[in-house]
């Protein structure tokens, strides 16, 4: 059985709160990412951000032994990349990076892809699909449908498209932990008879492969890869079931503006 926390207004205030400061490192951090920058570089200027400016805690530093401040994940990365100082992006890279802020003793957690320069037509299409899927699971989720609708939308677009969904990694209930119930697919499966119920807060993050849908783990005992070696793509976000469809906690200006999402989507 799932133990699902039902998050207080009090407790969505303070994730209010974690949210907009983990969606603000992804917004500062975009103008640095460009060729002959190494991803260290990179997790120093967010690291840096989230202590100095922001007064938070990254999350992921020491989490499980992750010797870094972010996760930052390149081409025929899956996720879990370690920020390295060798590592120099180089033009036509495409990157995630995966950004949690604890603030107050509640996380805030997402992530969005980057390109250095400009993606060649299959990248572009990639990372179009990617985030597609993710907007399309954010305009299905409102109370009373079960979870697992979340990764059959998500799967059923991403594979009609000619893409492949990672399995072995999902999205995950967040609050005064960084990971709790429920898991979030995203691919079809049973889900025990989850019902989505206002006040549960989740992450959506797919992982989606140019190629196969396999993995493997490299031998740091962090970094995904493709098994094929094909790019690979991912974007989360980080929401709360409402009345009547989900607000989106990590929502970016530059998305609200796009006109493809809102901050409250009313999903009826
Ligand atoms: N932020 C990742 C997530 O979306 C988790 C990274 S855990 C770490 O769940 F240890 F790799 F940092
Ligand atoms: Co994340
Ligand atoms: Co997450």
Redesign the pocket.
């Known amino acids: 059985m799932k133990n699902i926390p039902i998050r207080s207004e009090a407790e969505i205030e303070k994730l209010r709160v974690a949210c907009k400061l983990a969606s603000d490192v992804l917004v500062m951090i975009e103008p640095h990412v460009k060729e002959g920058v190494t991803t260290g570089e990179l997790d120093r200027l967010c690291h840096q951000y989230i202590e100095e400016v922001q007064q938070g805690i990254p999350a992921?530093l020491g989490?499980?032994g992750?010797p870094k401040a972010t996760?930052i994940s390149l081409n025929e990365v899956v996720c879990?990349g370690i920020p390295s100082h060798d590592k120099k992006l180089k033009k036509g890279d495409i990157l995630n990076i995966?950004v949690?802020v604890i603030k107050d003793g509640y996380y805030g957690?997402n992530?969005k892809m980057y390109v250095v320069g400009e993606p060649n037509v299959k990248d572009k299409r990639l990372l179009e699909v990617t985030q597609e899927s993710l907007y399309i699971a954010l305009r299905t989720v409102k109370p009373g449908i079960r979870l697992n609708q979340i990764g059959k939308v998500i799967q059923q677009y991403v594979e009609k498209q000619g893409f492949s969904v990672v399995r072995e990694y999902c999205g995950?209930g967040i609050g005064d932990q960084f990971?709790c119930d429920p898991q979030v697919l995203h691919y079809f499966s049973d889900d025990e008879g989850v019902i989505l119920q206002e006040g549960m807060v989740f992450?959506i993050?797919p992982m989606v492969n140019a190629g196969k849908k396999e993995i493997r783990l490299m031998a740091d005992g962090?970094t995904v890869k493709t098994k094929d070696r094909s790019h690979s793509a991912q974007y989360?976000h980080q929401i709360v079931i409402t009345k009547d469809g989900c607000e989106i906690m990590t929502i970016r200006d530059e998305e609200i503006a796009s006109g493809r999402i809102q901050r409250v989507m009313k999903n009826s």
């Open positions: 992921c989490y499980h992750f996760c879990h995966d949690t957690d992530s995950h990971h992450t993050e962090w989360e």
